[in-house]
């Protein structure tokens, strides 16, 4: 199933990718993003996340956000 299509199915309607999500310079917090939004850290045609943490060996947990669930 393509991706456009699935989204509203599970009741997703925005897709908004972690880089591009600034506001005043700063990235979003967790609240500030749409409620019904999937979030992602990079898509297929971006860097990997090792190489955007400057591609040494970092705990991603410490970088991860946690968002609340619904």
């Given at each position: 199933m393509k991706l456009r299509r699935a989204m509203p199915e599970c009741g997703l309607y925005h897709y908004k990718v972690l880089l591009f999500e600034k506001a005043?310079?700063?990235f979003r917090q967790p609240d500030e993003y749409l409620r019904d939004a999937?979030?992602?850290?990079?898509t297929h045609d971006m860097p990997h996340?090792?190489?955007?943490l400057g591609g040494t060996r970092?705990?991603?947990?410490a970088a991860a956000v946690s968002l609340p669930q619904r």
């Open positions: 005043a310079g700063r999937l979030a992602t850290v990079t996340l090792t190489e955007l970092h705990r991603v947990c």
